[in-house]
């Protein structure tokens, strides 16, 4: 077999897996599984005839038929649960028949902590726990089920519990099994398909820890085939903690957790989450992904060091340390590309041969998908690909326009834009996100990068020898490390740093990606580059604009801790509710971004305690908003200007919000009784703020807010305000009187975010009113055409 036709069958192996991501099936076979056959005759008859030189009609055949067996093989590969997998505790009937809201029954789970943990944003202990024993036990002490299970789960634990775990460690954890979710908003993150990838159905919220090996218990499950397996993994994390903790002890935080994560990349290292969304934010996020760059510079270091060392020992010598450091890393797809790519180079030159690099990637990217081919999506694979494919074939086309510059100056432009032209549709369509400034700043701080990259790997390895003198030698990097990180700040303060241009479809991602392949392929298209340009502008720019225009559509989002409701109405958009900072992260900026969304038009803030203040003043730290409608549940009353709230002494937050309000200039106004807002979308009235009850209307749909307090005898001195027509009654879920629902008689009730009440529930099942809850059904939208409905199924 010639290397053409090793090309095609690669690709059209990688092929067959991208079309698993196709919907839809042919009787019970997936259309992926039909289509490619049906392509590989297709083009059997055709390419002969328009590529006469290309392969023979026998090869797409082939190629067609690998495609076939690479769906199938993707099916039998893809993680199912055992029967005996810890998943199905969860089908027990005494934790079957719990109801919402209802505590659960603790299930004490012993296992081996498979992965090395890590900080959660909610300040928790993270890890995969290979499980093989689970005990459901009620809340008096009782044990009612006891039996051997298999699988893993993903659990967290409270940080003082989990501190000094390590990969190999045998535990018993109690706490509360859960089944992950589905993404409960549109375009949210798919928690439960996120870890059916890694072969995970179950999560475990821990709450207590123990260590059962040392108290002499369950001593046998270590066998030795298990200790074959974690030995090396936790000899691993030792040497990778000796490294951080000596860089951490020298540099402090966050400059060392940085320069650690730049050498090991940021799944081994806990880097601070404000750095890392400083950092992807900023077009940054590959710097902290150990990756090809690190690879290339290891390489490199080997190559000079083996100089004068006979080819027999210098080849083991450089593949040995290749092979360590992507141990250290934790085998990510990003890095195991890169060293596959590192290995066929250092074979190359032990063999005096030229290697052909975009064979050479194509190849890496076949053998790791064969090794796990649930890998074809997973985000970290896609985006080391699609950049190094961009350094391949566009980085010396772009180098060569720009030969009137100096070389060097000219490589440092090529190379960043190179890699984000070929991964910028796939961040779009992931995403909807663009640094306008990641470019110029990938360029400024290339250097730096390069320079802390050397100086961590360096420090590594004396502190391998002497923790204490690799601290102090790691001191050398501060200025360089804290340097980068101020860049990263300063950028994302700058105007328009982050443009939310909405997530765009497959579809388009893909015509995008043909028209750089055409341009790659055909040299006269080259010439003709800005033409190209404007069309991959205008893919991404007409929809973008044209669904802004015309969208008329209301979410109320499935938020955790606060209700909030988003109003899309022809380019006005406007939000209704509160959020928590963590809902704010989590929920509603994903949302917004997703939706192409960069300023709000008016918010209303119904109340202002200090946890939705924060989550308000984070979000403005994002998104502008124009007109900000507010009360205060201050002792000094409602707030009605930036200088009166900077003036409140008891909440910082509240004091840094309105301080926020003030620099963009947006219009703070009170929230009154019976005072009407307008706007070219809703037209709001508050009937009361304490309890909250807020009437609305969009279209022809007119809206009920209730914050319904745990006594509705408050709300019975409201009831004349509330029997006039209500089409949507929006409350918190909790239990309302039936005097008080018949008064207000809506026609559709919304729950938001708490579950729905039973009793509440049966008043208005037993009057066919239709409910839904965002704690069971996700995002409830509206639109004019489609009416109401659910982002998720109420069965799950």
Known sequence: MDAAAGVVLCLAFVLGLWVTGVPGQVGAIPVG?????LLGLSLAVLMPRLWRTGPRALLWIAAGIVGLLAVLYFQVRLPQPDANDISTVLANPVLAEVGVGQAAPSVEVQGFVETPPRLTRSQKIQFELGAFRARVITAEGKEIVAESVTGRAYATVPLLQGTGLYPGQMVSVRGVLYEPTAAANPGGFDFRAYLAQQGMFVGLRGKQVDFPEAEGRFRDERTWQRSLFYMPQHW???????????????????????VSAMLLGKSGVDV????????AQAGLAHALAASGFQVSLLIGIMLNLTRSLSPRLALPISIGTLLLYIGLTGLEPSVLRAGLMG?????????????KSLGALILAATLLLLWNPIWIWNLGFQLSFLATLGLLVTAP??????????????????VPLAAYIWTLPLQLFVFGVVSPYSIVLNMLTALLITLISLGSGITALVALLSPSVGAALSKLMYFPAHGLIQMAELTNQLPGSSVATGTIQASQAIALYLLFVLVWWLPHLQRRWWTVGIVCIGLIAVPAWSAAATTVKVTVLATAEQPMLVVQNQGEV?????????????????????????RINWAIAPTLDPDTTAGWYRLLQTIPVRAFHSVSNSPQGNIRTADQAATLPLDPNRTALFTSLQTQQAQVIPLQVDDSIKTAAIALR??????????????????????????SS?????????????SVLWWNGSSLDETVLAQISPKLAIASPKPLSPSTQNWFHTHTIPTFSTYQDGAIQWTPTEGFTSTLDVDG
């Open 574 to 598: 406007g939000l209704i509710g509160n959020s928590s900072e963590q809902d704010v992260i989590f929920t509603v900026l994903p949302f917004l971004r997703q939706r192409g969304i960069n």
């Open 686 to 711: 508050p009937l009361s703020l304490d309890p909250l009850a807020l009437r609305f209307q969009i279209g022809d749909q007119i809206w009920l807010l209730l914050n319904a307090p745990d006594s």
């Open 714 to 726: 408050a709300l019975a001195a409201l009831t004349p305000k509330l029997a006039t027509l209500t």
């Open 343 to 355: 290995l066929a180079v250092l074979l190359s030159l032990a063999l005096e041969r030229r290697i």
């Open 397 to 414: 086309v772009l180098t060569k326009w720009l030969d009137w510059m100096p070389t060097a100056i000219a490589s440092l432009v090529a």
């Open 236 to 258: 691993l994390w030792q040497v990778r903690q000796r490294i951080v903790r000596a860089q951490v002890s020298g540099l402090g935080v966050p400059e060392g957790p940085l």
């Open 33 to 37: 599984a039909i289509a490619l056959p």
């Open 272 to 279: 601070p989450h404000e750095v890392k969304d400083s950092f």
